[in-house]
């Protein structure tokens, strides 16, 4: 399901240059794509941010103090000897400080976190830089991250992600570890992607995800601590590249010594490198080059102008993407069908997916066929039902159905929403010519003189059987002919573990602890999932069961599902799919595996874990999940046992369930 209003995003931390400069002609379509430019050393920063505007670039990244002044800090804004330990804050405006500079804090200080004998003053001089950050109202400060060893440094950023500001703490780590970096030689392809190191200590040690997720577990949840991602020449595997896409990646940086010089003279990335590029664009990095020219190159116009021509040709979005724009990872409570009337801009949304209403008029131009012959096509009249009618979107599609494919159809609407029967009357007047029979009811309640050969729905929900489908339907195939056909035919649900780190520090700083047990359908954006999905619970309609203690069929459901983490991974939670046969052969799908393509009606839903699971490569992950079912509500329960044991989540559905 898609939100009704946008929600508002978060603005750039840096700017885009001012409009006299030249960069202001860069054209709509490349807007989005922000560009800065690292220094080393700026002996004049109101000079440095003029000269990277006439070059088109956004903004500067800069030491906060000169990296030669190694000092110890002492109060009052002086380094040791009484010396001023970096240049005045007057020196450019306040605007120009939190639109076109990044700051970088002193490298040597954060290696020197690392010597228990250092640790005390270089902690002193971290926090004087991060305290002199907030004073210039930075919209973001860069810290080098060389190790696993980053408790220390942790310590120094917890009290300064725990105060209120936008500042937002960009943590550069390297793709692949440094001393792979420095061994591998870069061709037009790109250099091999590194070989995935057999898990232990060692391949812990030197695998820099590994240093982001010893520091993310370290310090306090936030969505002000973000990663600056430098590209090295070697790159890690593409299941490695894509678990990195599920961590906050704010800024990219590239090198210099990563471009080569085409036949033409000007610098490209190798094909590899490029292909990353393409893919770190859906999330809107802020990208920064680094290092000296290339000889014979221009300064930095040739790469920006390279970045410019890579974004205007990166791959164009896709159904899904086009419609959730705006929508990724926004966390939205599933439906409430039976409890709830839906609006009708939550209508319109479902009705604008063609490749549904095209399946389903296909299934039904099925059913049709296999049901009349066509030598009894004239003088038999088949009894379609759409039950949760809506605002007619199947009913249309049936009409079509018959008429394409000449079978006479007698057509019923059943729909509990007051508001949507008004729709429903009207079209029937305006548009159906009064061949449809509305009926205002709620279909588990009602009780008609005839029975349907057909009755269709769509009552699926992100998991299949989240919003009810199984209990709406089991009501009303009580008026379903002995032989006769619904469509959808059967319902599969398909789960997998999720690395989901946004979407987790939005729960755990929620007001409520009800939301890390409640299921939320969202449109997945920076996520990683740890192994493909596997099937679970799977409904067939019409249902004959009769073992549920009231004699109908019993919907209550359980599953253990065990998955192979293809890489080490941070467990947050998991993801939830399912696959629907309409009728025959005829389906619909959000399983990534079998996805219907350019369907948008369904995102994923995503069931939390309170506390997150660190999970090595090659181990096993079980996850357990109840589907149960009272007189008045359905609710699911899940845990984990393995790697790890975690309580049972939602317990008798305290937190969250589905009214019936």
């Not at 997945?524 to 679970?536: F, K, N, Q, T, V």
Request: net charge negative.
């Amino acid at each position: 399901m898609k939100p009704k209003q946008k929600v508002e995003l978060p603005v750039a931390p840096v700017a885009a240059p001012p409009a006299e400069s030249s960069g202001a002609s860069e054209s709509v379509e490349n807007s989005t794509l922000s560009v800065g430019r690292n220094f080393t050393a700026v002996p004049d920063i109101a000079e440095a941010i003029s000269n990277v505007h006439e070059a088109g670039l956004h903004f500067v990244v800069v030491p906060l103090v000169h990296p030669r002044l190694q000092r110890r800090a002492v109060s009052g804004g002086s380094a040791s000897g009484g010396r001023q330990f970096t240049r005045s804050d007057m020196v450019i405006g306040g605007h120009e400080w939190s639109r076109y500079v990044v700051g970088c804090v002193s490298d040597w200080a954060v290696a020197n976190l690392e010597v228990p004998a250092l640790a005390g003053d270089a902690s002193r001089v971290l926090a004087q830089e991060l305290s002199w950050a907030q004073h210039l109202s930075l919209s973001a400060v860069q810290i080098g991250l060389r190790s696993l060893d980053c408790a220390v440094l942790a310590g120094c950023l917890n009290p300064s992600l725990g105060q209120h500001g936008s500042t937002i703490y960009w943590i550069r780590v390297p793709m692949t570890a440094p001393v792979a970096a420095e061994n591998a030689e870069v061709s037009e392809e790109g250099a091999h992607a590194a070989a995935a190191p057999a898990p232990g200590a060692d391949s812990v040690a030197n695998d820099p995800w590994e240093w982001w997720i010893r520091l993310r577990q370290l310090c306090v949840p936030t969505l002000k601590l973000a990663i600056a991602l430098e590209l090295t020449a070697d790159l890690p595997s593409g299941d490695a590249v894509l678990r990195w896409l599920a961590e906050p990646i704010k800024a990219v940086i590239i090198s210099t010594s990563l471009f080569l010089i085409n036949a033409s003279g000007f610098p490209v990335l190798p094909k590899a490198h490029q292909a990353v590029v393409k893919r770190l664009f859906k999330y809107s990095p802020q990208f920064v080059i680094k290092g000296s020219y290339a000889k014979g190159t221009d300064g930095d116009e040739p790469y920006l102008r390279y970045l410019r021509y890579l974004h205007k040709n990166r791959p164009a979005l896709g159904p899904i993407e086009s419609f959730g724009s705006g929508y990724e990872d926004v966390l939205q409570c599933p439906l409430q069908p039976l409890m709830d009337n839906l609006d009708s801009t939550t209508y319109e949304i479902f009705e604008q997916d063609p490749i549904k209403y095209a399946r389903y008029e296909e299934a039904v131009q099925l059913a049709l066929l296999d049901r009349v012959t066509e030598d009894k096509a004239k003088q038999t009249v088949t009894i379609i039902m759409v039950v949760g009618a809506g605002r007619g979107p199947l009913v249309q599609c049936c009409l079509q159905a018959a008429v394409a494919v000449g079978r006479k159809v007698k057509m019923y609407a059943i729909e509990k929403n007051p508001n949507a029967v008004v729709t429903l009357e009207a079209r029937n007047t305006e548009q159906w010519g009064g061949r449809v029979t509305v009926v205002a009811t709620d279909m588990r309640k009602w009780r008609p003189d005839v029975q349907a050969d057909i009755m269709v729905s769509e009552l699926l929900g992100s998991f299949g059987d989240n919003e009810l489908s199984p209990e709406c339907l089991d009501g009303a195939q009580t008026f379903l002919a002995p032989n006769g056909i619904s469509i959808p035919a059967s319902s599969t649900a398909f789960l997998a573990p999720l690395s989901a780190p946004k979407l987790h520090i939005e729960l755990v700083n929620g007001r409520d602890a009800k939301q890390l047990e409640t299921p939320y359908v969202v449109l997945l954006h920076s996520s990683y999932r740890i192994a493909e999905p596997r099937p679970g619970f799977h409904f067939v309609h019409p249902n004959h069961d009769t073992s549920a203690p009231d004699g109908g069929p019993d919907n209550t459901r359980y599953g253990t599902f065990d998955f192979t983490a293809t890489q080490s991974a941070v467990m947050h939670g998991f993801a939830g799919y399912f696959e629907s046969v309409l009728y025959g052969d005829v389906m619909i799908s959000t399983n990534p595996a079998t996805h219907s393509p350019g369907m948008f009606s369904w995102f994923p839903i995503f069931f939390p874990l309170k506390k997150p699971l660190y999970v090595p490569a090659g181990t096993t992950v079980t996850i357990n999940i109840w589907r149960k079912v009272s007189s008045t509500k359905v609710w699911y329960e899940w845990a984990c046992t393995a790697p790890n044991v975690t309580s049972i989540h939602n317990v008798n559905g305290v937190s969250y369930h589905i009214g019936l």
